[in-house]
C-alpha cells in the first residue's frame, strides 16, 4: 500500500497542483494536514474517499483521502479537536491496516505538561 502525507497550507488553491502529484505517485492513501478547510465547504478528489477533520477557523484541519477501491473496508474509528487535530481509520477486513493522522502544534510554543497529554492519547490510539 502506497501512502503519500502532505503539508498543504490551503487544500482549495492547491486542488490542481495535488491532483498533477496524485497522477503521478497514484498513492492509495493521501494524508493532507492545514486543509484550512471549514465543514461547510466540500472537496473532491477524482477516485478517492475523503476523510476529514476540519479546525473550523484559520489554519489547520486533517484530510485522509482513500483510493475507492478500499472505500467498503474503510472504516472512521476516531476523530478529535483538541491540542491537535486526528483523525484515525481502519483499512481492510480480515487484516486491517490502522492509517492515523495528526496535526499538532510545535512543541516550542506548547506547555510541556499539554504535550504529554496529546502524545499519551496518541498512545492509546496506537
Known amino acids: 500500500m502506497k501512502v503519500y502525507y502532505v503539508n498543504i497550507r490551503g487544500i482549495k488553491s492547491k486542488i490542481n497542483s495535488l491532483n498533477d502529484i496524485i497522477a503521478e505517485q497514484k ?3 493521501l494524508g493532507i494536514v492545514e486543509t484550512m478547510l471549514d465543514e461547510k465547504e466540500s472537496i473532491h478528489i477524482k477516485g478517492y474517499e475523503i476523510y476529514r477533520n476540519d479546525r473550523n477557523r484559520e489554519g489547520g484541519g486533517v484530510l485522509l483521502a482513500v483510493k475507492n477501491k478500499y472505500k467498503f473496508v474503510t472504516l472512521e474509528v476516531s ?3 483538541r491540542l ?3 483523525l484515525w481509520i481502519k483499512i481492510g477486513n480480515k487484516e486491517q491496516i490502522r492509517v492515523g493522522l495528526i496535526y499538532a502544534p510545535q512543541e ?3 506547555i510541556k505538561n499539554k ?3 496529546m ?3 496518541m498512545k492509546e490510539q496506537i
Do not use: H
Open 115 to 117: 504535550l504529554q497529554k
Open 119 to 121: 502524545y499519551d492519547r
Open 79 to 81: 476523530k478529535e479537536k
Open 108 to 110: 516550542a510554543k506548547t
Open 27 to 29: 498513492p492509495d492513501v
Open 84 to 86: 491537535e487535530e486526528t
